[in-house]
């Protein structure tokens, strides 16, 4: 984006380019207008004038040529008119050390200020040492002042070059920062919308499904029942299980604790969990709780319980165990849950494949987690779940 900085520079640089000229014009008239040179001697002087501004406006791109005959040049013009010397000389100076590199610099400002101090001297410097002496110090006192600003000027350049190879380059780094910023928050987006819709998914699994799932079993149970007590017994089990599964789809929805754990510790809420789903397939549940409990962070338990929930649904609907354990672990840095039946178990790689959501939805909230799930089952042989949690403990010590 070009800055007011950078037209004032523009505009500096088209003034140096025109400097050369203006001085030889300034020069010229000035040597024109005073003195009292014949028309000849003015003629030749202002074609020599025309001369070197063609010079300077066709040969600079040769730079050493260009500044021997630059140098020549003034030297001429310097020998015809003081006002040369003057005013045009200093383009010697000024050409020298823009166009010349390094030692070469030094010399074509020493020749133009040779010349210059011949001019206005009128001639060389006499023969006496003295006169050459004080001849080469004011020489070297014009090359060491024109060098001097000549260098300011130079760092002055340089820092602004860097300064403005600085700014863009951060410009160039903003935009990119900006990109990645775009980027990353595209992806966190996405991750979060895929995130949100696993967890929604494994809800409506754990609630609403196995509800129904436990609801139509209790209702063609019904169907078949032969006395009346017998089918109110399963229309009320289906009452209760509509009931119950309404309110942890609204509590899903809500993103709430599930009931079970509302206001009882986690091996409670199991225990509730595993005589309630007992009584309903009438299957012996028996829950183990083994090191000391403590309660742990919100997450850690509804990973437990729904765990447990879906172990328990699966042996009721895959098993045809007899009895079920259940054991919970509170170790030092972990919390197990083991899920053991003697039913009709199942070969786990098969099941990977199986279009079944329960055990997909189960590892995925563990690993959620950073923690691992052991499926070990076998053909006739029961199965076994085990689910390990990181012991991560509740922050406020109240619950
Ligand atoms: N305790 C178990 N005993 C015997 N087989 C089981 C047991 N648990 C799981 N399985 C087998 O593993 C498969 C996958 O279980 P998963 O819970 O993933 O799916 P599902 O129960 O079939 O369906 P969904 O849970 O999605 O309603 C089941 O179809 C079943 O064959
Ligand atoms: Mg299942």
């Given at each position: 984006m070009p800055t007011r900085l950078d037209a004032w520079e523009g505009r500096l640089d088209r003034l140096m380019a025109a400097v050369p000229y203006v001085l030889l014009a300034v020069s010229t008239a000035l040597f024109l207008l005073t003195g009292s040179h014949s028309a000849d001697y003015r003629l030749v002087t202002l074609g020599l004038a025309v001369l070197t501004a063609g010079w300077v406006a066709l040969m600079t791109r040769w730079p050493a040529l260009y500044?021997?005959?630059?140098?020549?040049?003034?030297a001429a013009l310097s020998s015809r008119g003081i006002w040369f010397a003057s005013f045009f000389a200093f383009t010697g100076y000024l050409h020298s050390w823009q166009l010349l590199?390094?030692?070469?610099?030094?010399?074509?400002?020493?020749?133009?200020?040779?010349?210059?101090i011949v001019a206005y001297g009128g001639g060389p410097p006499e023969p006496t040492p003295?006169?050459?002496?004080?001849?080469?110090?004011?020489?070297?006192?014009?090359?060491?002042?024109?060098?001097l600003f000549s260098f300011v000027g130079d760092v002055t350049a340089e820092r602004s070059a860097e300064r403005k190879r600085m700014v863009?380059?951060?410009?160039?780094?903003?935009?990119?920062?900006a990109g990645l910023h775009a980027q990353l928050?595209?992806?966190a987006r996405e991750a979060g919308v895929l995130d949100e819709?696993?967890?929604?998914?494994?809800?409506?699994?754990d609630t609403l499904a196995q509800g129904l799932t436990g609801i139509i079993t209790q209702l063609q149970a019904a169907t078949h029942a032969r006395e009346g007590g017998e089918w109110q017994r399963h229309i009320d089990n289906a009452t209760r299980l509509a009931r119950e599964s309404l309110a942890e789809a609204r509590r899903s929805v809500h993103a709430v604790a599930p009931g079970p754990l509302e206001s009882a510790r986690l091996p409670d809420a199991l225990a509730e969990v595993a005589s309630a789903w007992s009584n309903l397939h009438g299957v012996r549940a028996d829950l183990t709780t083994t090191g000391t409990v403590r309660p742990m962070h919100p997450e850690v338990e509804v990973t437990v319980l729904r765990t447990?929930?879906?172990?328990?649904?699966?042996?009721?609907?895959?098993a045809e165990a007899t009895r079920v354990g259940l054991t919970l672990s509170y170790m030092d840095d972990l919390v197990t849950l083991d899920v053991r039946d003697d039913g009709a178990g199942f070969d786990p790689e098969r099941a990977k494949d199986g279009g079944g959501f329960g055990l997909t939805s189960m590892r995925r909230r563990?690993?959620?987690?950073?923690g691992t799930l052991e499926i070990e089952s076998e053909p006739g042989a029961g199965t076994a779940i085990s689910a390990s949690l990181p012991a991560i403990l509740r922050e406020s010590p109240s619950a």
């Open positions: 500044i021997a005959g630059l140098v020549i040049l003034i590199r390094g030692m070469w610099r030094f010399v074509g400002v020493a020749a133009t200020a040779a010349i210059s003295t006169a050459i002496l004080s001849y080469l110090f004011f020489v070297a006192a014009i090359v060491a002042l024109v060098g863009s380059q951060l410009e160039a780094t903003m935009r990119e920062n928050l595209i992806q819709r696993q967890r929604m998914a494994g809800e409506i699994h447990a929930q879906e172990a328990l649904a699966n042996v009721a609907k895959h563990v690993s959620r987690l950073a």
